[in-house]
């Protein structure tokens, strides 16, 4: 587990922002710094920052008060919690900004989708942190040490002063960048050997097992204050005094436990990659390496037996942006080029085209979703069957507008007109209940392909209460009626009909001019209602 700490995130989020809005150019990964080299620009960073320290300040109990402070703030005792008047009156030259923990929450996810690169599986740790499990992964960054210099180089190049350490499980991660010492950059990132967790942390202090103030507070008084003075007490006493919770952490911070992560995102069935020496700019590069990319996953998918049902492509820009697009598939696909396609329609429909900027050091091409691939039989002209046509369409479609605007109806178990119909999505494939077959071939339709949601309200005469209508008014128009069939008894759902539902009797009508229409009549006449309201509901061809 890489455990990344980023101790002054409000601070160098604003830096960031200001530094944009003044047009600096950020220096890229591609630089070819050396390590002393980044250290020499945190180190002026640093010197900038101590002439002006910095504190964000919000409004509890009626004041205002420090919510959180940037390195130098911090050394001069200006700490979370203090009111903005006694730090004023400490140092009047210090700099405040408000606090805002939704853009730093937006700032940390930015991070979090730019480690993508090193690892799927990116978790959160608190507000200020993150953990990346990284098993099976460093040895395609040339092990664990390059993996953590190159991504603690990267973030300093960005702005971001950072903590980090590698350990068996992430409590003992956690623990080691927070309170293992050393300052912030690339020099002082601790590596714990498998196995070495529980020796690793034994200087640490309690605090480190993230407990409570006031479990911290007893262990203080009762003359703990190390993990190791801890670790070295009897388990059973401890457990009674501060309960199970406390023994499980200190388990986990000694590596006799690896309690599992929550990734941000699942992570993809399959992935294919690319990493560029040089960032790559040109779109049709970029559409060209997804093509490649297309065939490695083609070989994973045959291996599985299985084809593509949702794929997502991740860009990686140098100056640690990321963008995401997802394509769906309305059947298990497997063609390199037909991914291709869908990608670049996908790409040519963006309302917020792709920015290159300094360009993309990385490319990754993922199978979000996979079904088993199903072999079709060809006709002798060659062709398969015209399903395919029709997913070829879909897929293109949902490419272009979205999956939302491309539907398709589907029945309800239901026997209400108006929530029998259902529009879903036509990516979404699968077992449908069928539309059942309410008259022979040729014999008029029983329901109209029109209806209005609601219901209008209309006029009629009637010849007796139950009986159907003789003349009817629908928008200022009177409609005599010359022939009637019906009715048809829709009773209402008693499982979840709503108050003041009643029973429908339909009929279908036809006037003198030879128009047909679907009325309804609500409320059976003295039983539910006295006074039956008349409705028209559809309108047939």
């Known amino acids: 587990m890489l455990a990344l700490w980023f101790p002054d995130l409000p601070a160098d989020r604003l830096r960031r922002r200001d530094r944009g809005a003044h047009g600096e150019t950020p220096v890229h990964p591609s630089s070819g710094l050396s390590g002393a080299q980044d250290e020499a620009r945190a180190d002026k960073t640093d010197a ?3 002439a002006h320290p910095l504190v964000f300040v919000a409004k509890a109990g009626g004041a205002l008060r420090i919510a959180a402070a940037d390195r130098a ?44 690169r090193y690892t799927p599986l990116v978790a959160l740790d608190g507000a200020d942190g993150l953990t990346l499990d990284i098993t099976g992964c460093a040895h395609l960054f040339g092990g664990e040490t390059a993996l953590l210099q190159q991504a603690l180089r990267a973030l300093l190049r960005q702005g971001f ?93 000694l590596g006799r436990t690896r309690p599992p992560i929550a990734p941000r995102r699942p992570a993809p069935l399959m992935t294919a990659e690319r990493r560029f020496a040089e960032p790559l700019t040109d779109i049709d590069a970029l559409l060209a390496t997804l093509a490649m990319l297309a065939g490695d ?19 990686f820009r140098a100056d640690g942006q990321v963008r995401r697009c997802t394509v769906e598939t309305a059947r298990a696909l497997r063609d390199p080029d037909v991914m291709a396609r869908l990608f670049r329609e996908r790409l040519e429909a963006l309302a917020d085209p792709l920015d290159p900027g300094f360009g993309f050091d990385t490319i ?40 939302t605007h491309v539907l ?33 071939a040729g014999a008029p339709p029983l329901r109209p392909l029109c209806l209005f949601d609601p219901p209008q309200p209309v006029e009629t005469l009637a010849a007796v209460p139950d009986g159907p209508p003789i003349r009817f008014r629908w928008r200022r128009v009177v409609h005599d009626v010359v022939r009637a069939e019906g009715p048809e008894r829709i009773a209402p759902e008693w499982w979840h009909a709503a108050d003041g539902d009643l029973t429908r009797d339909y009929f279908r009508v036809e006037d003198a001019r030879g128009r047909r229409f679907w009325l309804f009549r609500a409320g059976l006449y003295g039983h539910e209602t006295m006074r039956p309201r008349w409705y028209l509901h559809g309108l047939f061809a």
């Open 48 to 50: 900038r920052a101590a």
């Open 73 to 116: 703030a911090r050394a001069l005792g200006l700490l979370p919690g203090m009111a903005l008047a006694d730090a004023r009156a400490r140092h009047p030259d210090i700099r405040t900004a408000d606090h805002d923990p939704a853009a730093d929450c937006a700032c940390l996810d930015a991070v979090a989708d730019w480690c993508d």
């Open 161 to 253: 002063a950072v903590r980090a350490a590698i350990a068996g499980n992430g409590p003992a991660a956690h623990a080691l960048a927070r309170f293992g010492g050393g300052d912030s950059g690339t020099s002082s990132a601790p590596i714990v050997p498998p196995g070495g967790e529980a020796e690793a942390v034994r200087p640490l202090p309690v605090a480190a097992l993230r407990a409570e103030a006031e479990t911290q507070a007893a262990l203080h008084r009762m003359g703990l204050h190390a993990i190791g003075e801890l670790a070295d007490r009897p388990r059973a006493p401890l457990a009674a005094r501060f309960g199970a919770d406390l023994v499980d952490r200190l388990d986990a911070l």
């Open 297 to 315: 996953l083609k070989d994973m998918l045959e291996g599985r037996g299985q084809g593509a049902r949702a794929l997502e492509a991740a860009f």
């Open 364 to 403: 990754r091409l993922a199978v979000l979703r996979a079904a088993p691939f199903g072999t079709r039989q060809e006709t002798l002209a060659g062709r398969t069957d015209t399903a395919d046509d029709l997913a070829a369409l879909v897929e293109r479609l949902a490419a272009r507008v979205g999956r």
């Open 408 to 440: 398709r109806f589907t029945r309800r178990d239901t026997h209400v007109p108006e929530r029998e119909a259902l529009a879903l999505s036509a990516l979404d494939t699968g077992a449908l209940p069928a539309w059942p077959r309410r008259r022979e």
